[in-house]
T-cell receptor, first 113, second 114 residues
Framework: GNSVTQMEGPVTLSEEAFLTINCTYT??????LFWYVQYPGEGLQLLLK?????DKGSNKGFEATYRKETTSFHLEKGSVQVSDSAVYFC????????????FGAGTRLFVKA | DAGITQSPRHKVTETGTPVTLRCHQT?????MYWYRQDPGHGLRLIHY???????DKGEVSDGYSVSRSKTEDFLLTLESATSSQTSVYFC?????????????FGQGTRLTVV
């Protein structure tokens, strides 16, 4: 079945550091890939998405590229801020999976001032 | 923000009692989902619905049932609550135009079974 694997956290960075959170997936068909973010005490919200191979999703300085050859969708940001502290979830949805969204385990990010 | 309301937001219940959580949407989206979130496990799908009266099991469905009698409401019932069902429960909705689309989430329900 479809699955998502992402790097374990927590990840602790200083402000203005470079961020990478790795995500790989297994899926049949043609999945769409997503990164969601969860701030403390809140539900998840979409951060960015990519719907086909080589697409780059971007939002709020974050970006991720859909790499079909390596089945990856790594999240990057060039300069993190304290306000980026949150839990980040990689996810996929595929028509072969009945459009269910499958999530990775989440990676908690702490950014220190 | 997508119109999704979960109720209650917090609940404490005793082991062995039935509990029903409600998810209400105003977006007329076809798909509705219930997830649970636990440390180290991310979000795990409990049940989902792809239309009125059409539901299916997710990866952690044991001990849970669902019903969807109207497009806007999706109920999750813990038939006999156990301490292992202490968790944060999220409802989500999505629509489909033939391509996978993003999911929109409610604020969550924190359930404690004592």
């Amino acid at each position: 079945g479809n699955s998502v694997t992402q790097m374990e956290g927590p990840v602790t960075l200083s402000e203005e550091a470079f961020l990478t959170i790795n995500c790989t997936y297994t899926a049949t068909g043609y999945p769409s890939l997503f990164w969601y973010v969860q701030y403390p005490g809140e539900g998840l919200q979409l951060l960015l998405k990519a719907t086909k191979a080589d697409d780059k999703g971007s939002n709020k300085g974050f970006e991720a590229t859909y790499r079909k050859e390596t089945t990856s969708f790594h999240l990057e940001k060039g300069s993190v801020q304290v306000s980026d502290s949150a839990v980040y979830f990689c996810a996929l949805s595929a028509n072969t999976g009945g459009f269910k969204t499958i999530f990775g385990a989440g990676t908690r990010l702490f950014v220190k001032a | 923000d997508a119109g999704i309301t979960q109720s209650p937001r917090h609940k404490v219940t005793e082991t062995g009692t039935p509990v029903t959580l409600r998810c209400h949407q105003t977006e007329n989206h076809r798909y509705m989902y219930w997830y649970r979130q636990d440390p180290g496990h991310g979000l795990r799908l409990i049940h989902y619905s792809y239309g009125v009266k059409d539901t299916d099991k997710g990866e952690v469905s044991d001990g849970y049932s669902v019903s969807r009698s109207k497009t806007e409401d999706f109920l999750l019932t813990l038939e006999s609550a156990t301490s292992s069902q202490t968790s944060v429960y999220f409802c989500a909705i999505s629509d489909s135009t033939g391509e996978p689309t993003e999911a929109f989430f409610g604020q969550g329900t924190r359930l404690t079974v004592v």
